[in-house]
């Protein structure tokens, strides 16, 4: 059975795959097993299955993760998974691991990997992992996130271990830094480029394997995602048309807001399209209609019904997506003026981010203010594929993008001119083409929305 074989299901083609994973992490002699895995495709239980599967072969185990909160929730998935392991969470001196990760009998905190070497998972950050030191190394490790990883930090930890699990999701944001690397570009030694890119170009015989299936988006949206970022890597989704919907409780009002709604729970994709004009990166007319449409949200009522039955969207459930943290502010603040909650320690709350801190995280409904609305120009940033793979895939259900008329022709009028580096691999499919492809099937969902 092929796992990319269409009248495999879906179950049966993810589990073939995760048992060839698990064969080469056990019995491979690679240096290291690679995983290339898209939005919601099992990622976090593939760790915690490879980690018990080590553990019960007799081997210790060291995890890193490049974030605290991806670390603590880790820890938090490993002990209620696996409540058998006997957990560490090694942290910084002036750190302190978030409630949920502590809330388990198995688990052990410190901030001195001494404390911890007898556990047989220790689990912490890339930053912290870089200043163990007098240790036996371990035989086995496995990297989470690891195209969040930049090379320098492999580096810095390689010497910790013999083999490693790198898991992953190669859409998603490349690793970040705020120092100029053009000095470095198409040399071995980049410490820009991710982890993965490093240990795949100095390692020719690893043969990444890809998990088929995504068990977050809906029919829906994996195609689309699915051709837009991930054009040698294809999957599919977990569930079929009409498997998930959306209900909704109360009527719309006629307005274009509850159109855009309706649209998006009848089909999964809306598009509230304000006039085309160039405005200032917080355009107080998109961040009002992307506060008018979750407000409209939670006022109408509405239900996700699914695999897992029926709940409704409740604000914890919704999230609201941006490119800038200036963005994100003026959305927080259009929001609690109208009243919807955005402070967790307060109750249910609507989260609002940008894409760099969105990555990983799954509500039933997203909206999304496009990174290209009201833009005079298309910069780097913005058509960075990653950030818009991560805003276009973070729902179960449904997404609402809202942005200004007119980012096709801005496209067209602003293609790729970045400089070409020798030795640089060509990052395919680029911003512009993936832009283009998520426009056309926006366009199919159109609301027009006139301030």
């Given at each position: ?8 299901s879906?179950a049966?083609?993810?589990q073939?795959v ?5 064969d ?5 002699t690679?240096?290291?097993?690679v ?5 919601g495709a099992?990622?976090s ?25 991806q ?5 938090d998935?490993l002990?209620e998974t696996?409540?058998e392991?006997?957990i ?27 404390d911890?070497?007898e556990q047989?998972v ?5 930053a ?5 030191k007098?240790v ?24 910790l271990?013999e ?6 999701d ?24 991710s ?14 394997h ?37 209900t ?7 307005g ?5 709604i ?15 004009r160039h405005?200032v990166r917080t ?6 209609a992307?506060?008018?449409?979750v407000r ?7 239900a996700a019904?699914s ?7 409740t ?6 997506g ?7 502010a ?6 609690t ?10 109750g ?7 894409a760099?801190?969105?990555q ?9 203010l ?12 913005h058509?960075e ?12 259900h ?14 067209d009028?602003?293609?790729?001119t ?10 395919f ?5 993936a832009?283009?492809a998520?426009?056309?099937r926006?366009?199919?969902h159109?609301v027009?929305?006139?301030?």
């Amino acid at each position: 059975m092929n796992p990319a074989d269409p009248t495999a299901s879906p179950a049966a083609a993810a589990q073939r795959v995760t048992a060839e994973i698990l064969d080469a992490v056990l019995h491979g002699t690679e240096r290291g097993v690679v995983v290339d895995s898209p939005p919601g495709a099992g990622k976090s239980t593939l760790v915690v299955r490879a980690a018990r599967e080590l553990v019960a072969a007799g081997e210790r185990l060291m995890v890193v993760a490049q974030t605290n909160s991806q670390v603590d929730d880790l820890v938090d998935r490993l002990a209620e998974t696996a409540p058998e392991l006997s957990i560490g969470r090694l942290h910084s001196s002036d750190g302190r691991p978030a409630p949920e990760a502590l809330r388990h009998p198995g688990v052990t905190a410190s901030s001195k990997v001494g404390d911890l070497v007898e556990q047989q998972v220790v689990v912490s950050t890339a930053a912290k992992w870089q200043w163990v030191k007098d240790v036996d190394p371990w035989r086995h490790a496995i990297v989470d996130e690891a195209y969040q990883m930049r090379s320098d930090a492999l580096l810095a930890v390689a010497r910790l271990f013999e083999r490693a699990l790198f898991v992953g999701d190669p859409g998603q944001l490349d690793p970040f830094t705020v120092v100029g690397t053009d000095q470095w570009a198409g040399l071995s030694w980049d410490p820009s480029r991710s982890a993965v890119t490093a240990l795949l170009d100095h390692n020719p015989g690893i043969r990444p394997h890809n998990l088929p299936v995504s068990w977050r988006l809906p029919y829906s949206a994996a195609g689309l995602v699915s051709r837009a970022f991930y054009p040698f890597t294809p999957f599919r989704s977990g569930t079929d048309e009409g498997d998930r919907r959306l209900t909704i409780g109360a009527r719309g009002d006629g307005g274009p807001v509850d159109a855009v709604i309706d649209e998006a729970a009848e089909s999964g994709w809306g598009l509230l399209e304000l006039p085309a004009r160039h405005t200032v990166r917080t355009d107080p007319e998109a961040v009002q209609a992307v506060a008018q449409t979750v407000r409209r949200v939670l006022d109408r009522g509405l239900a996700a019904v699914s695999e897992r039955g029926t709940a409704p969207v409740t604000a914890d459930r919704i999230a609201v997506g941006t490119a800038h943290r200036d963005q994100a502010a003026a959305v927080r603040a259009a929001l609690t003026a109208l009243g919807v909650q955005v402070e967790a320690e307060r109750g249910p709350a609507v989260t609002v981010d940008t894409a760099n801190r969105l990555q990983g995280r799954e509500y039933d409904l997203t909206v999304v203010l496009h990174p290209l609305s009201g833009r005079p120009d298309a910069t780097a940033f913005h058509l960075e594929t990653g950030r818009l793979c991560v805003l276009a895939s973070r729902h179960r259900h449904a997404c609402i993008v809202v942005a200004r008329a007119g980012i096709a022709e801005l496209l067209d009028e602003h293609p790729s001119t970045e400089p070409v580096q020798l030795g640089v691999s060509v990052k395919f499919p680029d911003g512009w083409e993936a832009n283009h492809a998520v426009l056309a099937r926006l366009a199919e969902h159109r609301v027009p929305y006139r301030p």
